[in-house]
Nanobody
Framework: QVQPVESGGGLVQAGGSLRLSCVAS????????VAWFRQAPGKEREFVAR????????LYADSVKGRFTISRDNANNTVYMQLNSLKPEDTAVYYC????????????????WGQGTHVTVSS
């Protein structure tokens, strides 16, 4: 069992960068795949990126590919997501989620969720 906690969100101008962190308490974090999802105002929650338990396997949504980078530091029970070249359409609440079954892109596959961190991109 893990308890993710996100941080790093804030207000940034278009073209700027942010680094989000997801810190998870638990005894076996290195056995969990982790994904980032986001939900913009008035829109459905969407997949952003995921990383396998070892950090070798990664996958990105087309909308963020080439701009966002997901990574993990299992020694510190932390997953990061670097957000570069931010656009106003990236404005959303970003959620970190974990499971111990695989690196899926569906939110239904994830058992443990953080409370989210807000990212606002101004034009």
């Amino acid at each position: 069992q893990v308890q993710p906690v996100e941080s790093g969100g804030g207000l940034v101008q278009a073209g700027g960068s942010l680094r989000l962190s997801c810190v998870a308490s638990g005894r076996a974090f290195d056995r969990y795949a982790v994904a980032w999802f986001r939900q913009a105002p008035g829109k459905e929650r969407e997949f952003v990126a995921r990383i396998g338990s070892s950090g070798v396997s990664t996958l990105y949504a087309d909308s963020v590919k080439g701009r966002f980078t997901i990574s993990r530091d299992n020694a510190n029970n932390t997953v990061y997501m670097q957000l570069n070249s931010l656009k106003p359409e990236d404005t959303a609440v970003y959620y970190c989620a974990a499971n111990n079954k695989g690196s899926f892109t569906s939110s239904d596959a994830y058992n443990y969720w953080g409370q989210g961190t807000h990212v606002t991109v101004s034009s």
